[in-house]
């Protein structure tokens, strides 16, 4: 009997010992991320600006904000960078992803080194393509010194260019991520699918177009879900990279919750932007994850 008890105590205990281990884990989560959710979406609804308020405003917030000039360069300029950025990772990494995938010799070097941008944090990849894009220390300045005085690339500088200068530091920290994505998906299609379209006289070109592509539909929408969520809470590479300038030039909605929540003193404004981000992530998470729970279903 008493052999029973400590079996069975001993049943009790290899049970909760795992949701004992991550309860704490657990409850830090609950409290300082959706719990600083819910309050940012409570100060939003509040005249909040320098401290939090408990004044409620209704959708007041919400209204200023989309009459603010600097919303809608930052919106329009998120509108820019996501489009390019997606568009060029997807191709990048597609392209790498088949490439790699044809067996050559010294896949295991080439493989490391177009992931080992993703290894570095934003922060030090805007840095490093800071000093690359400035005309006085970077290429510009470079090809100045070998003799090319007409050489001018000075994106960085100019009001129109600048936002490009972003996409081209995320396309080459990011593209070799999605590539990781698609080499994955390749290597999991079913060969002998191949094997019998080949015979039946189909080529490279057909295969990949009508059999192969096809079926990296999985990987193209968790690329796109990834890519999307990365370019929304873009907010240290456009700052490393450019400070959201010149002027405002480069400013996206994470650089303009910042600005207005802590700099501004308007968190109400602030918190306000930081929930339009939200939702605007949510609404593509959300069918993302749905498609993926009834796929498994």
Known sequence: MATDTSVDLRTRLQNWLPKLVLAPSFALVLIFVYGFIIFTVYLSFTDSRMLPSYNLVGWEN????????EWG???????????????ICTV???FLAIFLDQKIRGEGVLRPIFLYPMALSFIVTGTAWKWFLDPGIGIENTMHLWGWDSFQFNWIKDRQMAIYTIVIAAVWQTSGFVMAMFLAGLRGIDTEILKAAQMDGASNFQMYRRIIIPQLRPAFLSAFVILCHLAIKSYDLVIALTGGGPGNATAVPATFMYSYTFTRNQMGIGASSAVIMLMTIAAIMVPYLYSELREKK
Request: hydrophobic share 60%; net charge positive; no cysteine.
């Open 62 to 69: 919400y209204s200023k904000l989309f009459r603010i000039r």
């Open 92 to 94: 990048i990494g597609l």
């Open 73 to 87: 360069v930052a919106i329009k300029n998120l509108a820019i960078f996501a489009s390019l950025y997606i568009l």
